[in-house]
Nanobody, 121 residues
Framework: QVRLVESGGGSEGGLVQTGDSLRLSCAASGLTFSAYAMGWFRQAPGKEREFVAAIVWSTVYAEAVKGRFTISRDNAKNTVYLQMNSLNPDDTAVYYC?????????????WGQGTQVTVSS
């Protein structure tokens, strides 16, 4: 059974101020981690879930986060990270980790439960 567990937001420190940084982690189990594309998505209140970043051997970013967010992975730890810098209130959302065989299939892949990130002005 595939399981994705996000951390770094929510009660652990998901409330930050504009300009702050935060790192999210997603620990995966039940899959051959190195063979999967991993991604981060987010969903703000009243909005649809949107793509943030993805990584296989290379990385892809949404325009809204390019230059501020960095996705990385540690295949030895079965973990993917999202380093978020220069946060602003528009980044407030529940952040989800996703896994699939390739990047285009992430929306239809495996999902974590999400972690809240709130950026105050």
């Amino acid at each position: 059974q595939v399981r994705l567990v996000e951390s770094g937001g929510g009660s652990e420190g998901g409330l930050v101020q504009t300009g702050d940084s935060l790192r999210l982690s997603c620990a995966a189990s039940g899959l051959t981690f190195s063979a999967y594309a991993m991604g981060w998505f987010r969903q703000a209140p009243g909005k649809e879930r949107e793509f943030v970043a993805a990584i296989v051997w290379s990385t892809v970013y949404a325009e809204a986060v390019k230059g501020r967010f960095t996705i990385s992975r540690d295949n030895a730890k079965n973990t993917v990270y999202l380093q978020m810098n220069s946060l602003n209130p528009d980044d407030t959302a529940v952040y989800y980790c996703a896994a699939a065989r390739n990047i285009p299939d992430l929306m239809r892949g495996y999902w974590g439960q999400g972690t809240q990130v709130t950026v105050s002005s």
